[in-house]
């Protein structure tokens, strides 16, 4: 058939030109990174060891702290046991040259560093520092939202070049959505950071041993798990806005796409197969499809869930967001260690537009974050690269994947909506993959008010038949289920549901259709 000679064809016109786009110098990361651990930690120094030894980072290019093995400390620890020492570091070893620039105070003006390995045993979060008493009646003075000096340490150590900043309330980050590769900035008192931690040990070197892994497969392949609140109102509609836009980006990319409109999250036993991209909110502590026991993200996954306390604790596997997702599989996933206020958590679409683009994880999240000495922290690997410009690996290993990706930078790119449509109804055909039909579903549907069940219901049907995992099959009618309710027809909505239940009352991820129904019938 045509797709068999497409294939190849594709594989190399996508090869040639990111050689092409990669013909410029890459950021030096062997002597561009150093990693910070704490050396009253075995542990600690274990993680280090290793990371330096499986990403190839010069040897001298790390700094052990002694410093609380505390998760939270005060803001004095953190500049006398933590932020000093690894300043006097950078000045010892010739790593950065500071100077007082007029308007501006003490800055690093150069420096051969731009990456910092934030390893599991530095502590997290810096706790509020008291801001003096009110002269006239003696009582603490209580700071203004954005007069809180409470911070995470990554977030510190981003702009640690920044000698004589403040430390009451954030400072503005000027990389925030900046074009270009932070390697390729002037900002020099500005640093990426990313830290390997999470629950226990094995965590953080799954951390480490996944990027790499996924990274030397030819990149991150799989499916994107869209999770809208339906909170459109007020400053709510900003966090809408980003998911809703981060399923648009993935699928202009070629990813397949699965959206859960419903207000609540996923609900519990929801078949969240090949979860490579994951993107929701809005509840306090870890729910739905993670907590079956048997659920693991695909290999190198990004996982977001936006809350204000998402990153509070990494100790608990099961508190929060950033512990749990971590502890689940996920390789990397921004959070927040306190309150940080939606307009300046981690922009999710801004991130995911960078993070397709080929940036590695680090640069992508601050570009999209824009404050620093706030609350945020960005866990994982910050060298990781889920989707590099240049493709390698064995072909054969998620082809229909591949597949979509490279018919969506073909076609898609191109606005030739019939070819993209045709070709993949064929790579369908030819792989029989349920993905490619599921992809399909979700492109036809997005952006048809009222005529998404039409819309989508050739190609679910097709992606029903060449599925043959029930998990996936469940999954098919959800969604069937999910144009139906948003087309304003809840009580075929109901009985495809029913069936639903009725049909897969066998596999545990039943347990969905029926939440779902629940959902429906409470509904007024």
Not at 89 to 101: E, I, L, N, P
Not at 314 to 330: D, E, F, I
Not at 336 to 342: A, C, G, M, R, T
Request: glycine share 8%; hydrophobic share 40%.
């Amino acid at each position: 058939m045509r797709i068999r000679l497409l294939l190849p064809v594709l594989f190399s016109l996508f090869t040639a030109r990111a050689a092409l786009a990669q013909a410029a110098p890459a950021f030096d990361h062997v002597n561009g990174t150093v990693v910070v651990f704490n050396s009253d930690s075995p542990e600690s120094k274990e993680i280090a060891e290793y990371y330096i030894k499986a990403r190839g980072i010069a040897p001298g290019n790390q700094v052990g702290l002694r410093c609380p093995l505390t998760e939270t400390i005060t803001r004095e620890v953190y500049t006398t046991q933590i932020e000093g020492p690894l300043r006097a570091a950078f000045s010892s070893r010739g790593w950065w040259r500071t100077q007082k620039v007029a308007n501006e105070g003490n800055l690093a003006v150069l420096t051969s560093v731009r990456v910092l390995v934030i390893i599991k045993g530095i502590p997290l979060r810096i706790s509020e520092q008291s801001h003096g008493k009110d002269p006239k009646t003696g009582q603490p003075i209580a700071p203004q939202p954005l007069e809180i000096n409470a911070a995470s340490v990554d977030s510190e150590f981003a702009c640690f070049g920044i000698l004589d900043r403040k430390i009451d309330g954030p400072i503005k980050n000027l990389y925030f959505t900046n074009p270009e590769p932070f390697w390729k900035t002037p900002l020099t008192p500005l640093f990426l950071t990313g830290r390997i931690d999470g629950p226990d040990k094995a965590t953080a070197i799954r951390l480490i041993d996944d990027a790499i892994a996924v990274e030397k497969a030819g990149g991150l392949y799989g499916k994107a798990y869209i999770d809208l609140a339906q909170k459109n109102d007020g400053g709510y509609k900003q966090g809408e806005d980003w998911i809703r836009n981060c399923a648009a980006l993935c699928i202009a990319k070629g990813i397949p796409v699965a959206v859960d409109h419903a207000a609540p999250t996923f609900p519990k036993g929801y078949p969240m197969k090949d979860a490579a991209l994951y993107f929701g909110w809005y509840t306090e502590h870890v729910d739905g499809p993670f907590l079956s026991p048997s659920f693991r993200f695909a290999r190198g996954a990004v996982a977001c869930h936006i809350h204000s306390f998402s990153a509070s604790t990494l100790t608990n596997p099961n508190s929060y967001w950033s512990a749990p997702l971590l502890a689940r599989g996920a390789a990397f996933t921004p959070g927040n260690v306190w309150e940080p206020y939606l307009s300046m958590c981690t922009f999710l679409d801004v991130m995911t537009d960078r993070l397709l683009a080929g940036w590695m994880v680090s640069e992508a999240a601050w570009c999209a974050t824009p404050a620093m000495s706030w609350m945020n922290t960005m866990l994982g690997d910050p060298l990781y690269r889920p989707f590099p410009v240049t493709t390698s690996g064995d072909r054969k290993k998620s082809a229909d994947y591949r597949a979509l990706r490279l018919a969506a930078q073909r076609w898609s790119a191109a606005g030739d909506r019939d070819a993209l449509i045709k070709n993949l109804q064929e790579a369908g055909s030819s792989l029989k993959s349920g993905s490619i039909y599921e992809f399909l579903a979700e492109r036809a549907q997005t952006g048809k008010p009222g005529a998404a069940a039409r819309e989508a219901a050739p190609w679910l049907k097709l992606a029903e038949t060449a599925y043959k995992d029930p998990a996936d099959q469940l999954r098919i009618a959800l969604t069937r289920a999910g144009t139906l309710r948003r087309d304003g027809d809840p009580k075929a909505a109901a009985r495809v549901l029913e069936e639903a239940a009725t049909k897969f009352a066998r596999i545990p991820e039943s347990e969905a259709a029926r939440i779902y129904l629940k959902q429906l019938r409470e509904q007024p």
